[in-house]
């Protein structure tokens, strides 16, 4: 563990995952001393953020990274999706969205998590005032009027002592600086579980991500670089165990049996992970000198595919409030941040929210409903318009590096 220097720092980003580190990256350049504390090394296998998912960015994160400077590094390992096709497994409902129709290169952009953590720490190697301590774990916080203090644990050793001017909560759904400051939670059990894997079909996958909704729940499957897929299958509890424990044969069966044959046969699949899915949504961004980011904000339903575009549109927005800040930890600087990220936030949770509740209803006359929705939605230009949009966030402020610009003018 590198020592947390002086001991003293104007920010302390406690967590180095996607959207801590790209913070870090955000505020390379500007006055403020900062200092990141990542618990897994980013290399590590363990990496609980930079794993072996994918990450479907939409274009205003595709904007964010190219405008921090990573861009030029991901881009080229990065699969462009031209269209999404959206249906309503055994039933009539579609709809088709595709970038040439909205004058777009793309509707988004699949990454694997381990390149885009790569190419951000790289980046934060090479960026001037930044430290970073890892692995090293925050394990405890104290509030005070000028400073939050910091006990950082390390692999063995006397724990370290920090002050920070201002302590940024990039720690994840669970977070313990979330806690430690007092801020609550709500939360809703989806009592579902999201399966992933890559896999091939016997046809190249040409830029075309899928949505489909069966009958446990929402199932995507993205495009990669080489032709390939990721799946995000969302299962019972109790058959995203059974499917873990599947030999590839039957795991490629049932899935070809639950997802159909629109993307050709499945033939081959790769490591299996699985993640529990609820709603986790912070009550308050902030409290005292400490303000949530990224998934310890919110962590939302993967269905959409929007936990990480919106917690970097966080990450964005608290950047451009405290970079030319005396005091980046200032009561009325984080209230401007929780109010620019408001609407945003909000709609963005109950926009998936309700895509899980709406698609996860199996009764005769919702799913009528819902088709017809397709239906229209798909004769529907100016909806597919604003769908095609999401990606630049549900209202609100639009930060500045989401428009290509820098922090400050
Ligand atoms: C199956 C699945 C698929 C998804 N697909 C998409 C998608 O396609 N598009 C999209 O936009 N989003 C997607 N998401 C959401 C996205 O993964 C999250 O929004 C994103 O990972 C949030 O990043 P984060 O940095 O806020 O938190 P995390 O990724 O949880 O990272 C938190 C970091 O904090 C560190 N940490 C934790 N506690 C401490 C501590 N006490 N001290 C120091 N460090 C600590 C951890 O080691 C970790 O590195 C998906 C999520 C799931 C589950």
Known sequence: MKTPGSGHCDV??????????????ALAG??????VIEAVAAASAAQPSFDERSTALGNGARQILQTLGV??????????????HISDAGHYG?????????????????????????????????SPGIDVVSPARVVALQPGAEWVQLTIAGDGGEPQMLQARLVVAADGAHSLVKQAAGIASNE?????????????????????????FTATGPLALLPLADGSYTVVWTLTPEVAQSMLAAEDGEFCRTLQHSFGWRAGQIVRVGKRSSYPLSLVSAQRLRAG??????????????????GFNLGLRDAAMLAELIAAADDPGAEELLARFAHQRASDRRGMITFTDQLVTVFSNRR?????ARDLGLLLFDLSQPAKR?????????????????????LQP
Do not use: C, K
């Open 12 to 25: 302390a980003i406690v967590g180095g995952g996607m959207v801590g580190a790209s913070l870090a990256l």
């Open 30 to 35: 500007t006055r403020l001393r900062v200092i």
């Open 71 to 84: 861009w030029d590094e991901i881009g080229p390992q990065a699969a462009p999706i031209r269209e999404i």
């Open 94 to 126: 579609f709809a088709r969205l595709d970038a040439a129709e909205h004058g777009l290169a793309a509707l988004g952009y699949t990454v694997a998590n381990r390149q885009l953590g790569a190419a951000l720490w790289r980046a934060l190697g090479r």
């Open 188 to 212: 809703r059990d989806y009592q579902q579980v999201a399966l992933v894997a890559n896999l091939a079909t016997d046809r190249s996958a040409r830029g075309i991500a899928f949505e489909r």
């Open 289 to 306: 000198r400490v303000a949530l980011i990224g998934n310890a904000a919110q962590s939302l339903h993967p269905v959409a595919a929007q």
């Open 364 to 368: 005769g006359a919702a799913i009528a």
């Open 386 to 406: 604003a769908l095609s949009r999401l990606s630049w966030g549900f209202g609100g402020a639009l930060p500045r590096l989401s428009r290509g610009l820098p």
